[in-house]
């Protein structure tokens, strides 16, 4: 139990940071920037809302099955792989509530900013700042959605015992012979897991706030 | 500071503005609401897009009618802009900040958070943070719109010595005429995105122009 807790965190919590490091500069970019297609990033973004796990799972697999585009890789049912898939599921999530919670401060500050001759680097970092409480929930909210979905966990990970089984997968497997013990169990760690990190980033939002 | 044939479009609204010219002895930009005031200092600036030719300095700092502050003391929203903008150390923004706050009255205010400060005191905070910037041009937009009457005359007498001292050219865009008098020398009155009268502050009330002795009645009751 414990080994599949902690691969469940690693593999969520990886995806989660690298698709913070990508959505949130692109929001930035989607509020802040002048280039004409950065409306065709949001359209991205908000579409990616609803994208199905199983969805991005199945095109994942593909890609990396041994006769795919990606197949030299050799990385399917791997924990990276399953890292991968929940990037792309929680990448529009992450984007769309950080241009949220920047559409949401006050409209007149990047003005005010660049009104004061601060350097245009230093502006976004500041407009970033001031929405950090709003970021952390957004990260948050995909970290959420990355260690509850199964779907693309099952078909890109394969739930290897010991290599690739995390706690959505193991629940399903436990279901699936019968044992509702074993799977409320799952379930509880699952649920232990995602409190503590509301707990974390509310503790983190009040600091900041 | 200098702009010739100065064109902008916010929506609807045209900026047309064949010259205005500021130094240190500052220009007043007066005018009803919806004269185009703030888009004409938003335009100086390059902070909207505009057409026409600007020569302005290097290092310019605004003043908002609604400023807008950050998420921290009000010590830190000075520090941390006068790092950034002169690249000052923060030992040495913190001192310049804590000598800009006692120059506004607000050193008993210093570490408290700028988001709770009134918006008179948020007025005087964007102020000090302006000129913490050591601006060659300064642009202020209804600077004292919410402080307090009593406050007034030394915030005027704070932005007046700045410019003196500095050389610093002053646009102030204002529908008071005591701040435009005590700040200002020069005076444009804009009347739908156009110059209409143009000239030194004490002639405005002799002005030969209909519009111009209307709104400085109008100013007269309200300043």
Redesign the interface.
Same mark, same amino acid.
């Given at each position: 139990m414990p080994a599949i807790a902690a691969l469940s965190v690693a593999v969520s919590g990886i995806a989660t940071l690298l698709a913070a490091l990508v959505a949130i500069p692109g929001a930035l970019w989607i509020v802040h920037g002048r280039s004409p297609v950065r409306g065709a990033l949001m359209v991205f973004f908000a579409a990616g809302l609803g994208l199905p796990p199983v969805a991005v799972g199945l095109a994942v697999a593909f890609a990396l099955w041994r006769s795919g585009p990606f197949g030299w890789l050799d990385a399917l049912y791997t924990p990276g792989a399953m890292a991968f898939a929940q990037f792309v599921i929680v990448l529009p999530l992450i984007g769309t509530l950080a241009v949220v919670a920047m559409r949401g401060g006050d409209t007149t500050l990047p003005m005010q900013l660049a009104g004061l001759g601060i350097a245009r680097r230093h502006r976004l970092a500041l407009l970033a700042r001031e929405v950090a409480p709003g970021l952390a929930a957004a990260t948050l909210a995909g970290f959420g959605r990355a260690l509850a979905e199964v779907g693309a966990a099952q078909m890109t990970g394969g739930n290897i015992e010991g290599q690739t089984r995390v706690l959505t997968t193991a629940t399903m497997l436990a279901v699936g012979r019968g044992d509702f013990g074993q799977a409320f169990s799952y379930v509880a760690v699952l649920l232990g897991i995602v409190t503590l990190a509301t707990g974390v980033a509310l503790t983190l939002q009040r600091r900041w706030a | 500071m200098t702009a010739r044939g100065l064109l902008a479009r916010r929506g609807t609204f045209v900026l047309d503005v064949a010259r205005l010219d500021a130094d240190s002895s500052g220009t007043a930009v007066l005018g009803p609401n919806g004269a185009g005031k703030t888009t004409l200092l938003?335009a100086l600036?390059g902070?909207i897009p505009a057409t026409g030719e600007i020569e302005r300095p290097a290092?310019?700092? *605004?003043v908002?009618a609604? $400023?807008?502050v950050?998420?921290g003391t009000a010590l830190w929203n000075i520090s941390?802009?006068v790092r950034?903008?002169l690249g000052a150390t923060p030992a040495d923004a913190d001192v310049r900040g804590h000598a800009m706050l006692a120059d506004v009255g607000l050193s008993d205010v210093a570490a408290a958070d700028a988001r709770t400060l009134s918006t008179g005191q948020r007025q005087r905070l964007?102020l000090a943070? *302006?000129l913490g910037?050591e $601006?060659q041009a300064l642009?202020l937009d209804e600077p004292f719109a919410n402080v307090d009457a009593d406050g007034r005359p030394a915030l005027r007498a704070l932005v007046r010595s700045y410019a003196e001292c500095s050389g610093c050219a002053l646009v102030l865009a204002t529908s008071s005429l005591a701040d435009a008098a005590a700040l200002c020398k020069g005076a444009v009155v804009l009347q739908k995105g156009a110059v209409r009268h143009e000239g030194a502050v004490v002639t405005l009330p002799a002005a030969d122009d209909i519009y111009v002795k209307a709104l400085f009645s109008e100013y007269r009751v309200t300043s």
């Open positions: - | 938003l600036q902070l290092r310019c700092a *605004a908002f609604r $400023p807008a950050l998420r941390t802009v950034r903008v964007a943070r *302006a910037c $601006p642009f």
